[in-house]
């Protein structure tokens, strides 16, 4: 289980770099520049330095170079510097511990994850990335739902004791929900998390919050931004008159699968891409 690759599917790595997938299937088979992991069942995988990688040939090309030239520049440019000593793999450690139902090495191994990078590096890098892969396997059959559970619970524990604070200070506050029949939140959490670092007052309702306890909580608090985090399009189709008329009175921006720029324009609300860590930083530069 700890050597199984950690990464995200071409679709998703085609959203973060801004490129087409048959782009970067081209890339990949004519050129090389991406070098995908395997997970089990079969499936590509792509990491980091693949990332880095097509980001760069992005760079180039829009630049006027042409793709052969963009990929050996790519290719033989210096490897970035390596992560510091027990850093290097921690994601698929800590995946391996949580399908073995190991929750000793599991929080030891969050633990460490904690003490060697921000936050914000642990989210993005570690904590969604694994989350993700769990999702993906249960959803293939590949793991059971016990493990699913574990895992997500062990992750979600941690997450919480990372809040306890999040209400202090003297910051923009946002109240942050899932719309009713939604009860996938972890990226919302971690969302509120990075918030939290960026100095905002955290205010989470959580998941399946019905449209009038989110309308009260506006009326009560009065905050800055409202955001709404959906795996699934549906609880933000049934949510949109809603969410139009909150809007009518504070900034609404959601995010999440689920979300998309249609939905949000029904809602008048703005449209967060991109993962949970990156919402928060524009989120933030938005507020300035």
């Given at each position: 289980m700890p050597g199984t690759?950690?990464?995200?599917?071409?679709?998703?790595?085609?959203?973060?770099?801004?490129?087409?997938?048959?782009?970067?299937?081209?890339?990949?088979?004519?050129?090389?520049?991406?070098?995908?992991?395997?997970?089990?069942?079969?499936?590509?995988?792509?990491?980091?330095?693949?990332?880095?990688?097509?980001?760069?040939?992005?760079?180039?090309?829009?630049?006027?170079?042409?793709?052969?030239?963009?990929?050996?520049?790519?290719?033989?440019?210096?490897?970035?510097?390596?992560?510091?000593?027990?850093?290097?793999?921690?994601a698929e450690q800590l995946l391996g511990t949580l399908l073995d139902f190991d929750a000793a090495t599991g929080q030891e191994t969050f633990d460490r994850l904690l003490g060697s990078r921000s936050l914000d590096a642990a989210l993005r890098d570690v904590v969604l990335?694994?989350?993700?892969?769990?999702?993906?396997?249960?959803?293939?059959g590949e793991i059971t739902v016990g493990q699913e559970h574990f895992a997500t619970e062990l992750i979600?524990?941690?997450?919480?004791?990372?809040?306890?604070?999040?209400?202090?200070?003297?910051?923009p506050r946002a109240i942050l929900a899932c719309p009713a029949g939604e009860r996938h939140d972890i990226g919302l959490f971690c969302?509120?998390?990075?918030?939290?670092?960026r100095g905002w007052r955290?205010?989470?309702?959580?998941?399946?919050t019905p449209a009038d306890a989110l309308a009260?909580?506006?009326?009560?608090?009065?905050?800055?931004?409202?955001?709404i985090g959906a795996v699934q399009a549906e609880p933000l189709h049934a949510a949109a008159?809603?969410?139009?008329?909150?809007?009518?009175?504070?900034?609404?921006?959601?995010?999440?699968?689920?979300?998309?720029?249609?939905?949000a324009a029904a809602a008048g609300a703005t449209f967060l891409g991109g993962d949970p860590v990156e919402a928060a930083g524009v989120l933030t530069e938005a507020a300035r």
């Open positions: 690759p950690i990464g995200v599917r071409i679709g998703e790595l085609s959203r973060r770099v801004g490129v087409a997938p048959e782009t970067l299937r081209a890339w990949e088979h004519r050129y090389g520049v991406l070098r995908p992991a395997r997970t089990p069942s079969g499936y590509r995988v792509y990491g980091r330095d693949d990332q880095r990688r097509a980001q760069r040939m992005r760079e180039l090309i829009s630049g006027g170079w042409a793709a052969g030239e963009a990929a050996q520049a790519v290719l033989t440019a210096p490897a970035p510097s390596a992560p510091a000593p027990g850093v290097d793999g921690i990335p694994v989350l993700h892969e769990v999702g993906e396997r249960w959803s293939h979600a524990g941690r997450l919480r004791g990372l809040a306890r604070e999040w209400d202090r200070g003297l910051g969302c509120g998390l990075a918030l939290d670092r955290v205010t989470y309702l959580g998941p399946d009260s909580t506006v009326a009560a608090l009065d905050p800055t931004l409202v955001v008159a809603a969410l139009a008329q909150l809007a009518g009175r504070v900034e609404v921006a959601v995010g999440g699968a689920g979300a998309s720029r249609e939905l």
